[in-house]
């Protein structure tokens, strides 16, 4: 092989494999003298590949860890399995797969040949995932046309469809993605509206980079100058805290912090120990949200131990009301529609093979 990049490129593609290449046998495969090997080794150190040789009749090369990553060198198969594996993670909104996994998942489709980009297509068509938690999915490539606009200051057009259902034509500035852990949001200036806006992913449909390039306006956030992540977070917090009403939560529970600090999304606040009146384990959980009420609900009946809301008031009701139903629901021949024929799928008509 005389040509010097693409064997330099080939020898980095094997020295990626975690095993110990000898010498000889680096040379065989391409096809090169062990003296030229030698010279290629030095090349990539040059480039800041930390490549560890070791002596002896079995020594050989192989890559190690370094104090930066450098540039990988993917094959096929393993490209595939990356980009799948991003798409799978950025399209549920799961707590923990924030902005940087869709951004790798931008730069990695960005440079995927049309015939990989089909085959990993296919495989997230073949595939139903099973969703868990209430996050809303997400189309994966709705989330890296998204993410490469804003990096690349692109203008954005697409559908938008808005709480009570009403569609409308949006173009965009893009600012930054942000997640919640539950659910994805753009911020973004509107051009048509001349304001700020945050938008649902969930609810993005058809998006389009425009080409026409723009620079980042300054958010209208105190002490906010550039487009940073922490910027963008600060703004939406502020933004969605004006939408929903603040809920100042309340909330002793009878298990130790440790135990509900780690079944509580950390959007709820942390625990703090609080023995409870008889010494045993206890913890209090004192905080703010603007999530819904329901939401709020559901997260603290899942942490799976007693507890008692000291407030605010509407969560309290609303858990007392939610109590009752789900009593009733445990209770057969005590709720609404017990009889025969009442419920769903009992009435004429709602059977198998009827229209």
């Known amino acids: 092989m ?24 680096l040379a065989e495969r391409l096809d090169v003298s062990p003296r030229t090997v030698r010279r290629d080794i030095d090349r990539l150190r040059e480039l800041g590949y930390p490549v ?7 020594g050989g090369y192989r890559l190690v860890a370094g104090a930066a990553m450098p540039p990988l060198v993917l094959d096929d198969e393993e490209a595939v399995a990356i980009a799948v594996g991003l798409r799978a993670g950025a399209g549920h909104a799961i707590e923990g797969v924030d902005e940087a996994s869709v951004r790798a998942l931008a730069k990695l489709e960005q440079v995927l040949p049309s015939r990989l980009r089909h085959r990993v297509s296919a495989l997230q ?8 938690g209430d996050g809303a999915t997400i189309d994966p490539q709705t989330l890296t046309t998204l993410a490469s606009a804003a990096t ?3 203008a954005l ?7 009570d259902g009403t569609e409308t034509k949006r173009q965009v500035e893009p600012y930054r993605l942000v997640s919640t852990g539950r659910r994805w949001y753009l911020v973004a200036y509107d051009l048509l509206r001349a304001d700020w806006r945050t938008f649902r992913v969930d609810r993005v449909s058809e998006p389009f980079a425009t080409g026409a390039r723009f620079t980042h306006r300054p958010l209208p956030v105190e002490g906010v100058g550039g487009a940073e992540p922490e910027d963008a977070a ?21 298990a130790p912090a440790e135990f509900v600090a780690a079944r ?35 997260r603290l009946a899942l942490v799976d131990c007693e507890f ?22 445990a209770s057969p021949g005590t709720g609404p529609g017990h009889g025969p024929g009442d419920g769903p799928g009992h009435g004429p008509g709602n059977g198998p093979g009827h229209g």
């Open 157 to 163: 057009r697409f559908s938008y469809r808005s709480g």
């Open 264 to 298: 509580l999304p950390p959007t709820l606040g942390v625990p703090e120990p609080e023995p409870g009146p008889d010494g045993e384990d206890g913890c209090r959980l004192r905080s703010s949200s603007t999530d819904s009420l329901e939401w709020v609900a559901l």
């Open 2 to 25: 005389t040509d010097t990049p693409a064997r330099l490129l080939k020898l980095l593609s094997l020295l990626q494999t975690p095993r110990e290449w000898p010498g000889g046998e």
């Open 152 to 154: 690349g200051q692109e």
């Open 125 to 132: 068509n073949a595939t139903v995932p099973l969703v868990r």
């Open 52 to 58: 560890e040789a070791s002596r002896g009749s079995l």
């Open 234 to 254: 600060r703004y939406f917090a502020r933004s969605m805290a004006g939408r929903q009403p603040e809920l100042r939560l309340d909330v002793r529970f009878r």
């Open 308 to 329: 008692a809301v000291q407030g605010p008031p509407q969560l309290v009701a609303y858990l007392e009301s939610l109590g009752a139903r789900l009593t009733r629901a």
